[in-house]
C-alpha cells in the first residue's frame, strides 16, 4: 500500500497514487495509516475495519509492487522518434535564453540530415511499427527555412517509400512571415509557440537581433494558425520582472489565441540568461501568481500547466531525457535534452551519449553513459521517497535538477517547493470533484 499523507488546514490529505484515490481523514487516521505501512498487523487491521468499503479504493490488500517500483534497464539504442536541432542560430536574440541562440549559425549537414532520418525509419521498419515522429527545434528552425522545407520534403518521401507514417512537430518562436506561415500549417501536425503575453511584457525579453521587438510577427502568425484551426500550444517563460502579471499574460493569451494549453515555466538561467540581467522569480511568488493565472485560463475553458505539476501522470521519470531520448545537434552530438546541447556546457558531460557517424550512417552509443542516464529516475534519488509528488514529478526535470546542483550558486527557484505547492492544489481539487 502505497500511500502518503499531507497535512492540510488541522485535518490531513492521503493520497493513495497507485489507485488514484484521495481522501480526508484526521490526525488519529494519519497515525493508523503510519502504522500500518510500518508493518504493524493490529494498526492494519484496524485501518480495514476504518475505511471499511475503501479498502479497494486506496488498495490496503493490495499485492506485489507497482510496476513503477522496478528500474528500467536500457535496451538497444533504436529510436524511432527523434528530435533534430538544425541549427545554433536563431531569428531572435531573447534575453532569457537558455542557450545562446544566434551566437552561432552552426547548421546539420544536409548529409546528417538524411542519414539520421533513414536510420529512425529503419528502426521503425524493423520494429514493425507504421508511425514514427520527428520534431524540429533549434536554435530556431525559421533560420534555416530552406533546410526546414528540404527536411520535410525528404520525410515525405520515404513516408512514401516505405509506408510509414511520420508525426511532425516544431517548437518555434512565431517569427515568421506570410509564405512561412502557410507552409507550416500544411506541412507540420503540430507546434508549440513561445510566446510571453501582452507586446510589453513579451518584446521585454524576446526581441529581434537588432533589437527591436517580435511580438507584432508572433501575434501574426497566431492569426494564421487559428484561422486554419492549426494544433498548436504556447509556451510562456516567467522572470521575476513578469511572474506579478501571470494572470494578465493569461488573460491575453486566452484572449487573443484559441490555443487549448498554455504551460508557464519559470526561466532557466544557463546560457545568454546566465548573467544576462534577467532574474529568475521567487518560487513563492511563482505559485501565488501561477494560481491566479489558472482560475483566469479556467474561466476560458483552457488548461494551463506546469511542468512539475502532472497528477494525471503517474512515472518514474521526469522526461525521456533520463535514458530513452534522442536529441540530434547540429555538430552530430547525441543528447538526451534539447536544453543541453552544447558540447562545451559542463552538463553535456551527464546528457551527451553518442554520436552520429557520417561514415557508417549510424549511431556510436556509449552505453556505459546511456545507462547512467537511465539511473537519473526517482527511484534513485533518496530525497524524493517520501514526498508525495514522487511519481509525477518523479524527482523533477534532470537539467535543473543537477544545473542547480553544480553551479555553486542559488540562481533557481525552490522547484520542489513549486511541484508539492502545484500538485497539492491538484490533490484538493480531486477531492472537491469527488
Not at 509506408?163 to 506570410?178: A, E, K, R, W, Y
Not at 507584432?216 to 502579471?245: G, N, P
Request: charged share 25%; glycine share 8%; aromatic share 8%.
Amino acid at each position: 500500500m502505497e500511500v502518503f499523507t499531507i497535512p492540510h488546514q488541522g485535518q490531513h490529505i492521503f493520497y493513495f497514487p497507485f489507485r488514484h484515490t484521495v481522501i480526508l481523514g484526521n490526525a488519529a487516521l494519519a497515525n493508523l495509516v503510519g502504522q500500518a505501512n510500518k508493518g504493524d498487523a493490529s494498526a492494519l487491521q484496524r485501518l480495514r475495519e476504518t475505511l471499511g468499503d475503501k479498502c479497494d479504493d486506496v488498495g490496503v490488500d493490495e499485492p506485489g509492487e507497482h510496476h513503477l517500483c522496478a528500474r528500467q534497464q536500457p535496451g538497444q539504442f533504436r529510436p524511432t522518434t527523434v528530435s533534430l536541432l538544425l541549427t545554433e542560430d536563431c531569428t531572435l536574440r531573447c534575453r532569457y535564453c537558455y542557450a545562446h541562440g544566434g551566437k552561432s549559425r552552426q547548421t546539420i549537414p544536409w548529409d546528417m540530415v538524411t542519414g539520421v532520418i533513414d536510420r529512425i525509419f529503419a528502426n521503425a521498419a524493423s520494429a514493425g511499427q507504421k508511425t514514427m515522429a520527428v520534431n524540429f527545434h533549434g536554435g530556431d528552425p525559421g533560420a534555416v527555412w530552406p533546410l526546414f522545407v528540404r527536411t520535410r520534403d525528404y520525410l515525405r518521401d520515404r513516408e512514401r517509400d516505405l509506408g510509414i507514417h511520420v508525426l511532425t512537430s516544431v517548437g518555434s518562436n512565431g517569427v515568421l512571415d506570410p509564405a512561412q506561415r502557410l507552409w507550416l500549417t500544411e506541412n507540420i501536425d503540430s507546434a508549440t509557440l513561445s510566446v510571453d503575453g501582452p507586446p510589453d511584457i513579451h518584446d521585454s525579453n524576446r526581441i529581434l537581433p537588432d533589437g527591436s521587438p517580435s511580438s507584432a510577427l508572433v501575434m501574426k502568425t497566431i492569426e494564421h494558425f487559428d484561422q486554419v484551426k492549426f494544433r498548436y500550444a504556447i509556451r510562456s517563460t516567467i522572470t521575476a520582472a513578469t511572474v506579478s502579471h501571470m494572470d494578465e499574460i493569461a488573460q491575453f493569451l486566452c484572449t487573443n489565441s484559441a490555443a487549448r494549453k498554455i504551460q508557464m515555466e519559470p526561466m532557466f538561467p544557463r546560457g545568454r540568461a546566465d548573467g544576462g540581467g534577467v532574474r529568475t522569480p521567487d518560487a513563492q511568488d511563482f505559485v501565488d501568481n501561477f494560481r491566479k493565472a489558472r482560475k483566469v485560463a479556467a474561466a476560458f475553458g483552457r488548461t494551463l500547466s506546469y511542468s512539475g505539476a502532472r497528477l494525471d501522470v503517474l512515472t518514474n521519470i521526469f522526461c525521456k531525457a533520463c535514458g530513452d531520448s534522442a536529441v540530434v545537434t547540429p555538430s552530430g552530438d547525441i543528447t538526451s535534452c534539447y536544453e543541453i546541447a552544447d558540447a562545451n556546457d559542463p552538463l553535456s558531460k551527464v546528457f551527451f551519449f553518442g554520436r552520429y557517424d557520417s561514415q557508417t550512417r549510424s549511431f556510436v552509443v556509449d552505453e556505459d553513459r546511456r545507462a547512467r542516464l537511465f539511473r537519473l529516475s526517482v527511484l534513485d534519488k533518496p530525497r524524493c521517497q517520501d514526498c508525495f509528488c514522487k511519481w509525477h514529478c518523479a524527482g523533477d526535470c534532470p537539467a535543473k535538477v543537477l544545473h542547480a546542483e553544480t553551479a555553486g550558486k542559488q540562481d533557481l527557484p525552490d522547484r520542489c517547493f513549486i511541484n508539492r505547492e502545484l500538485t497539492k492544489d491538484q490533490l484538493l481539487a480531486t477531492l472537491t470533484e469527488s
